[in-house]
């Protein structure tokens, strides 16, 4: 794993010495390959020139971490349950972040403030019960870590904290315990990571169907932590959805339900503090998941849209039907100019597609949805038809199998190039909301606008990448990304601009009647919008539920509140 | 007391001259930049109209236009959300089918919409083309504001917001911007020129759309209104023109913006349905006004001619006239974003659907009506004044009417009106030399102003009728150099205000004045563009100027006048003395003749009597006092300040009228500084209630108080 970056270190996009651009290492289907589209994407779209470099401190200068602040009662204590810890620098550094920007920028400029003092690794359910009684018993900071892949400086270490923080890696909490046949459940432990929970379970021949873009190193604990929501949410549910029963270990003791009933009607549901609570409550330990056989056949496909409109208009459609069921669909605004023609290689046959069939449709505008349908055969054919027939209503055509697996792989590369971007003065962000249905259109639109409006006002000499897709449909709404990235050459403190920028695209986001976040979470990034968000009431309620379970604020990340 | 204070900033403006004018830098009249005129008649003088009307004609258009025509137009209107829901409701309120309402609303959009087709537009460019020349010396157009304008729409939907004086001004719209290939607007027009049929049509197929004058409770006509305003803006299909001042300014002062429109035009934008919105105010002067003697008879009296067409055509012996030169300045375009910013927050409209329609909430009102002064305030600002105006103002100020002033005098005090009318910010043109500008504007406007022995003066003509009739038809030609003189009221009034107070307030106290000013602004705000929650902006800038030009020298707790202040300080509170004068008449009338039984109706026929009578008496000095529209601002700001009640029958609507309000009022609004001094509580009371904006005492309370 890369300390200052996303992902496997043996995998990243590099310009190897004929200037081309090229995936290393041997992970994905991509590695390996040479990516001819890249470079004039990149010179082309942010004004970048392979010529101005702006290289990542090689390694972790440890002089500049502070020495750690150490509660020696809390550490003599820790030693004696034999729960391992480290208070080295690469240990502290690597987990005093989660993958926001500012926080990969700093760390490339080799730039390090607070992180945590020690960390520890308990192995279960009662070693997490340990590390809490002694953290509150020696007033302990302790900060939940589970893969990393915060995005809302979830996991940043509040500078004003000055008790010792103790980072609480679950990673080694890795076991599936049992899985229940019957009931369809399994019992896991919550550190597992996604790749390996999914893993594990086909080897059983099931699978949750929870596949966040960050699951290669996202954990089922930050999963419960942060709601977070997969790619194939439409066929399996959110994680919500997912969750029959959680333990959770708190600074007072224990919380779960006393069974394993599938709903039930007992007062507001506990599991709903729990979940989202973002580590400020105590620390999730095991969750019993629903689980599903393996999906008995699985299609990909694509549609090829004139038009965003027209697009959206498809999708909405397409949510009013039963087949969204099984259906689980990315929409990508404008396909040319935008990230996907970077793989032009992959998509020469999409392109010449479309010069064929939509003679007369302005290229720029074209969008492409990405669709992968699962369940039994006979459904998922019948559910392919429906929305292909839906699709043509909206001037979609049906535009190849390939094109949507290659879309599908292009989500776990992405991460990827924002590195790349770094190593000559890119730099970029995307973020979410979800938003009625009558609203997507606009608020695409305003947000876009805003970026652009903003990055000029401010004075940025290249115009930025503005741009969005549509990634999750509900019945009520869908959920919108958006991506903003710029050249920053010639900025003094392009980091500080950037968070301006993204500053006023969430006040334009909420002006819109956008939410807050539809799975990244609030962290210390979006806290300030809480009160707006769920009225002075609910956030008086969040605060006394926090009271109660922490007074001593043990789990003090200072996330949401 | 409980005057509302104004120490804090009144310190500020002692103190710290030099602070406040850096602070008002921006606001400083002096810096005002302001672009260059192109005459655009000059090219149509030298080459074909013909060809000029069959020009390649491509305007650029909004960036995120998809194009559609004006029957598609009419089936979104129809197919709308809104209106579909407005149908429900409809139904469900009065029972009648959806079907029936459907079809009214079809009838209604038939009825509204434009149909604007660049062929009639080419012809009537051709046609004005013709007019034009004959009419006008010239028409100027500010070059660069058109290059904005054509920026702001490519940009984002565009409202076009011009003044209006003249019937003359929205086809004088389209030429100009046919002629430099913008985009032509739709524009929101009255009924009333539906009466003149075949022009009406015409005027429909060169962008107008008709909407009745008044809609009151009809939510159908509102929604179907309303919606395709906002189709037009939402998909920039056209910039939207209107007028904000809802109709023709008779009076050339600049009227109270009305709100439907803008509220209309803003609602897009808060609902996040564009990304923006820019407002364009465009100032559109005259020399010479077309309708100038109809607009004084109107105010006289004597009724309007219903638009017809043989009326507009009896227009033609207008032709024959020379009508002097038109200034068109397009300002600056305003975001409605950023005017918005930080004053509303959209959120408020995420938990209702957009579709339904909902009362704006009052920070939206207050923006809006906020939005709508300043756009006003802009027109104005914009408003170029010819010489005529300063020359009519002297003469209005003239010791005797009739005898008017000599040459010299009036060559004098112009050229010293120029010059404090600059400095005060007026957008002056005065083209050459003194003499001979003061000569051409007296040629232009022979028909008011006399020159003879040296003397000049207006053009009072009385035959032999009866002293009554005479009294009226001397009036004419004084409202219509009111008119021009009231073109330049925008530049002085807020001096003039404090010059008055200064004039009428108990002492030199800092506070006393301002409570006067205060009291005085509250009173005018009908009269005159003063935006609502601006007293003391205005009051700084009053202060400001008067400071600024050596007027008026603040100290510590003292505003005195300087000695070389005199002449303007003069100047001013005769420039707005017909006003004072006048409200206190109303007072009178109210007070002494109005009985018991009077009605809203009678009151103007009525009103006019008793003026008539002051006038012959002597007690009058005004023949503008006779002025309706003096009249009806002077009763709404009675009402407004409570000393005036409506009291709604089945057939009319009576008054009932407070008395000792009326009287208290009239009193405050002369000199009589011993009625404003602390000892009598009464008057405090009032003039405090009137300051804060709020109700009088009650008859009872203050009856018993006395
Ligand atoms: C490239 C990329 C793609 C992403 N795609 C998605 C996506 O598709 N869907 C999505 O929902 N999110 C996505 N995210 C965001 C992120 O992956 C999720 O928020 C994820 O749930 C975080 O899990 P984690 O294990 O990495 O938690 P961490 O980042 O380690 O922690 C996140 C927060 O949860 C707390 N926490 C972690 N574990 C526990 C625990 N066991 N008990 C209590 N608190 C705990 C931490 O204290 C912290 O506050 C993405 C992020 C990246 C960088």
Redo the contacts between chains.
């Keep these: 794993m890369k300390w200052n970056g996303w992902g496997y270190s043996d995998s990243r996009f590099l310009f190897n010495k004929k200037g081309q651009a090229e995936f290393t290492g041997k992970r994905y289907r991509l590695s390996g390959m040479i990516i001819p589209g890249l470079k004039d994407w990149m010179e082309g779209t942010f004004g970048a020139s392979l010529q101005h470099k702006a290289p990542a401190t090689p390694i972790l200068n440890s002089t500049a971490v502070q020495p750690a602040t150490i509660n020696e009662a809390f550490v003599e204590e820790v030693k004696a349950t034999t729960i391992p810890f480290s208070v080295e620098a690469e240990d502290r550094v690597f987990r005093a972040h989660g993958h926001c920007l500012h926080e990969i920028f700093a760390l490339r400029e080799g730039k390090i403030g607070r992180v945590p003092d020690m960390v520890v690794w308990p192995s279960c359910h009662s070693d997490v019960v340990k590390i809490v009684e002694l953290a509150s018993k020696h007033n302990v900071c302790l900060i939940p870590y589970g893969g990393g892949t915060s995005v809302s400086s979830a996991l940043e270490c509040p500078p004003e904290e000055t008790r010792s923080i103790v980072s609480l890696d679950t990673s080694q909490m890795n076991r599936i315990l049992w899985i229940d046949e019957k009931n369809l459940t399994a019992h896991v432990e919550a550190g597992i990571v996604g790749q390996d929970l999914e893993r594990l379970l086909n080897e059983s021949g099931y699978c949750t169907g929870h596949e966040p873009d960050s699951m290669e190193f996202s954990s089922l604990g930050g999963w419960v932590a942060t709601r977070a929501s997969g790619m194939k949410k439409n066929i399996y549910g959110n994680i919500e959805d997912l969750v029959v029963h959680v333990k959770m270990v708190t600074p007072r003791g224990v919380i779960e339900k006393s069974c394993q009933g599938p709903r039930m009607s007992t007062g507001p549901d506990v599991h709903h503090f729990i979940m989202g609570s973002e580590g400020t409550l105590g620390v999730v330990t095991e969750v019993t998941l629903k689980i599903r056989p393996m999906p008995e056949y699985q299609k990909y496909g694509s549609v090829v849209f004139p038009n965003f409109e027209q697009g959206v208009a498809c999708l909405r459609e397409v949510a009013k039907q039963v087949c969204a069921k099984s259906l689980s669909c990315f929409f990508w605004h404008a396909l040319k100019p935008q990230v996907s023609s970077i793989f032009t290689s992959f998509l020469d046959g999409l392109k010449k597609f479309y010069i064929t069939k939509f003679k007369g449709f302005d290229p720029n505008r074209l969008c492409v949805a990405t669709l992968l349908f699962e369940g039994d055969r006979e459904k998922v054919l019948q559910h392919e038809k429906q929305v292909y027939d839906i699709a043509a209503k909206f001037g979609g055509l049906a535009a190849g199998e390939d094109n949507g697996q290659r879309g599908y792989m292009l989500t776990f590369v992405i991460a990827y190039l924002r590195d790349l971007g770094m190593e000559y003065y890119v730099i970029g962000e995307s973020f979410e909301t979800s938003v009625p249905w009558?609203?997507v259109l606009?608020?695409c639109?305003?947000v876009k606008?805003?970026i652009i409006r903003e990055c000029k006002d401010k004075g940025v000499q290249f115009p930025p990448l503005s741009t969005c897709r549509v990634t999750q449909t509900y019945d009520a709404g869908a959920c919108v990304y958006f991506y903003f990235a710029f050249n920053y050459r010639g900025l003094s403190d392009p980091i500080h601009m950037f968070e301006q920028v993204e500053h006023a695209a969430r006040e334009e986001i909420?002006?819109?009647?956008g939410s807050l976040s539809h799975h990244h979470g609030v962290g210390k990034l979006r806290k300030e919008w809480m009160r707006?968000t769920v009225s002075d009431v609910g956030l008086g309620m969040l605060k006394s539920v926090k009271d109660y379970v922490d007074p001593n604020n043990i789990f003090g990340n200072r996330n949401l509140l | 007391m409980c005057t509302s204070k104004y120490t804090s900033n009144l310190v500020f403006v002692a103190n710290h001259i030099s602070a406040v004018s850096s602070f008002l830098q921006h606001t400083d009249p002096m810096l005002k930049k302001r672009d260059e005129f192109e005459d655009m008649l000059e090219e149509r003088r030298n080459s074909s109209d013909f060809r000029y009307a069959l020009k390649c004609y491509t305007p650029v258009v909004y960036k995120n236009l998809t194009p559609c025509d004006a029957n598609s137009l009419k089936s979104m209107v129809l197919q709308s959300d809104q209106l579909h829901y407005v149908i429900s409701q409809v139904s469900k309120e009065t029972g009648r089918t959806r079907e029936d309402l459907q079809e009214e609303a079809s009838g209604i959009i038939e009825e509204m919409a434009h149909r604007l087709q660049l062929s009639t537009v080419r012809f009537f460019a051709f046609a004005l083309c013709k007019v034009f020349k004959t009419l006008f010396k010239s028409i100027c157009v500010n070059e660069d504001g058109i290059q904005r304008l054509q920026q702001a729409i490519h940009e984002h939907p565009v409202v076009l917001l011009p003044s209006h004086r003249s019937y003359m001004d929205f086809l004088l719209m389209s030429y100009i911007l046919y002629t430099y290939d913008i985009a032509l607007p739709v524009i929101a027009a009255g009924m009333d020129f539906m009466g003149m049929k075949v022009v009406g049509e015409m005027l429909r197929m060169s962008g107008a759309f008709f909407i009745r004058r008044s809609f009151g409770g009809d939510k159908l006509y509102w929604a179907v209104f309303s919606e395709y305003v906002k189709t037009i803006l939402k998909n920039g299909l056209a910039p939207v023109e209107f007028f904000l001042e809802g109709t023709r300014s008779r009076t050339s002062k600049s009227l109270t913006p009305k709100l439907g429109l803008l509220n209309i035009a803003i609602d897009p934008f808060l609902k996040g349905e564009v990304f923006d919105i820019s407002l364009v105010p465009v100032s559109i002067s005259y020399e010479r006004i077309l309708e100038e003697s109809l607009y004084a008879r109107e105010m006289l009296g004597v009724p309007k001619p219903k638009e017809s067409t043989s009326g507009l055509f009896k227009a033609r012996k207008v032709l024959s006239e020379d009508y002097g030169s038109i200034h068109v300045y397009f300002g600056q375009p305003v975001s409605v974003r950023q005017l918005a910013e930080g004053r509303v927050n959209r959120c408020q409209f995420s938990l209702t659907p957009r579709y339904i329609p909902m009362r704006p909430n009052e920070d939206v009102q207050t923006f809006v009506n906020d939005t709508a002064y300043r756009l006003v305030r802009a027109q104005e600002e914009n408003m170029v004044l010819k010489p005529w105006v300063l020359l009519a103002t002297i003469l209005l100020q003239a010791e005797d009417l009739e005898r008017g002033i000599p040459l010299e005098e009036l060559t004098e005090q112009a050229l010293w009106l120029r010059d404090l009318c600059r400095q005060y910010g007026g957008f002056l043109h005065w083209p050459g030399m003194c003499s001979k500008v003061i000569s051409s504007s007296l040629s232009l406007h022979h028909g008011l102003v006399r020159l003879s022995e040296g003397n000049v003066y207006l053009a009072l003509s009385g035959g032999p009728v009866s002293p009554e009739e005479q009294v009226l038809s001397r009036a004419v030609p004084v409202l219509s150099c009111v008119s021009y003189r009231n073109q330049a009221l925008h530049v002085f009034v807020r001096p003039a205000l404090l010059a008055t107070a200064v004039h009428t307030s108990a002492s030199n106290n800092k506070q006393d004045i301002f409570n006067t000013f205060s009291f005085l602004r509250n009173m005018f705000c009908n009269e005159f563009i003063l935006c609502p929650n601006a007293t003391v902006q205005d009051f700084e800038e009053a202060c400001f100027l008067l400071v600024k030009t050596g007027v008026l020298q603040v100290s510590q707790q003292e505003m005195v006048v300087t000695p070389r202040g005199h002449r303007t300080m003069s100047f001013l509170s005769r420039l707005l003395l017909p006003f004072v004068q006048g409200y206190q008449v109303v007072c009178a009338f109210l007070c002494e003749k109005a009985s018991d039984t009077l009605t809203e109706k009678e009151f103007v026929q009525a009103i006019r009597k008793f003026v008539i009578k002051q006038l012959l008496s002597g007690t009058l000095r005004y023949p503008e006092v006779l002025s309706s529209d003096l009249q009806k601002n002077a009763f709404a700001a009675l009402l407004r300040l409570g000393a005036v009640h409506k009291v709604k029958s089945v057939d009319q609507t009576g008054l009932k009228i407070n008395k000792v309000t009326v009287n208290s009022l009239e009193d405050t609004l002369g000199k009589n500084p011993s009625l404003m001094s602390d000892s009598n509580s009464l008057f405090q009371k009032i003039i405090s209630n009137v300051f804060l904006g709020g109700k009088l005492p009650t008859p009872k309370a203050s009856v018993a108080r006395l």
């Design positions: 009558d609203r606009d608020i639109r305003n606008a805003r909420l002006a819109n009647g707006e």
